[in-house]
């Protein structure tokens, strides 16, 4: 099996600045593209940014410019810098990772737990 978990969420002012963390475990033969999702309370679950395998980066509009993602292929970890905060920031941020596993035949998405970020105003 395959397990993703996150870290580094807290409560930060706005302006301030986090970085979370996600790596992906278990049965792993090769991981393509992982990304960084959030959902706000009432709201639908939106992809703040992606990167693929080879490096390759999309984000979305609102976090463009304050926002980094990054990964370690060896580590099967991937980074979101999150910097500029800004109180409409506040969400569980979601890892994604979409995983070959050893006895696989296709990648399929595997997600984290979530972890809380909250920005005060």
């Known amino acids: 099996q395959v397990q993703v978990v996150e870290s580094g969420g807290g409560l930060v002012q706005a302006g301030g600045s986090l970085r979370l963390s996600c790596a992906a475990s278990?049965?792993?033969?090769?991981?393509?593209?992982m990304g960084w999702y959030r959902q706000a309370p009432g709201k639908q679950r939106e992809l703040v940014a992606g990167?693929?395998?080879?490096?390759?980066?999309n984000y979305a509009d609102s976090v463009k410019g304050r926002f980094t993602i990054s990964r370690d292929n060896a580590k099967n970890t991937v980074y979101l810098q999150m910097n500029s905060l800004k109180p409409e920031d506040t969400a569980a941020y979601y890892c994604?990772?979409?995983?070959?596993?050893?006895?696989?035949?296709?990648?399929?998405?595997?997600w984290g737990q979530g972890t809380q970020v909250t920005v005060s105003s």
């Open positions: 990167i693929t395998s080879g490096g390759s980066t």
């Open positions: 994604k990772a979409d995983v070959l596993t050893n006895d696989g035949s296709y990648y399929r998405g595997y």
């Open positions: 278990g049965s792993i033969f090769d991981i393509n593209a």
